[in-house]
């Protein structure tokens, strides 16, 4: 890539942050705060978002709007993408589940924060396309693999964060199972036209609080007992 291309990306990311920090001041009576913490501005104001997207659109990747990436699925808008990961509050040792790999930009992100990250995809194609771009991008602390979302990564749980990055009408039993005492998860979830984001968390006797935050849209969480 040329030198050029590289400032105008740079360019880029800078417009993103500065219109995510707007976002966040407008949501700010609906999600309990005004703006996104630093940790996270840093990482999104570092990771080079074109990377996560085909290659015919990556002069678009830092527009604050879902793009397309393969088999019907988007890359989330970057504010979202900011809130998330914000509303997680995501320790530099914590080890956390992502379900809804994509092209791997919100994994990378958490990846940037945290000790550890597995992430689950249901369609390989995409799954397969996210570890090409951690690999090409040096992230080593990220294990991606094929599987059914709403059933977690027992084997690697429990954990203190989970993030989920597409909606089930219901929040799945398993990932409740599957968030340590103390720890956190944010997942929208509802029907198509009632999705919320809700922000759940687990308390030192075991016992889940669940938050709705503010309407959102996301794509719904597949599953394999949909193709039964």
């Not at 589940?97 to 990846?111: D, H, K, P, R, S």
């Not at 194609?125 to 059914?148: C, H, P, Q, S, Y």
């Not at 029907?191 to 889940?208: F, N, P």
Request: hydrophobic share 45%.
């Amino acid at each position: 890539m040329t030198d050029s291309a590289e400032k105008d990306f740079d360019a880029m990311r800078e417009a993103m942050l500065e219109t995510i920090a707007e976002h966040a001041s407008n949501a700010g009576p609906g999600i309990g705060r005004s703006k996104i913490g630093a940790r996270v501005l840093d990482v999104m104001g570092r990771l080079p978002r074109q990377e996560f997207v085909p290659f015919e659109i990556r002069p678009f990747a830092y527009l604050d709007q879902p793009l397309p990436v393969a088999c019907g699925k988007t890359i989330s808008q970057p504010f979202m993408v900011a809130l998330m990961t914000d509303l997680l509050d995501v320790g530099e040792k914590d080890i956390v589940l992502e379900i809804g790999t994509g092209f791997g930009y919100q994994a990378a992100v958490l990846a940037a924060l945290a000790a550890k990250v597995y992430t689950v995809e249901l369609i390989e194609e995409l799954a397969e396309e996210a570890v090409k771009r951690f690999a090409r991008l040096g992230i080593t602390n990220i294990e991606a693999r094929v599987g059914d979302g709403a059933r977690g990564w027992a084997e690697a749980g429990p954990f203190d964060r989970i993030m989920v990055t597409a909606a089930p009408d219901l929040i799945p039993p398993a990932l409740f199972g599957q968030l340590k005492t103390g720890g956190r998860m944010v997942v929208p979830a509802g029907i198509a036209e009632a999705q919320q984001l809700m922000l759940v968390t687990k308390d030192k006797d075991g016992h889940l609080e669940t938050e709705q935050l503010l309407p959102v849209r996301f794509s719904e969480l597949e599953s394999e007992d949909d193709f039964d």
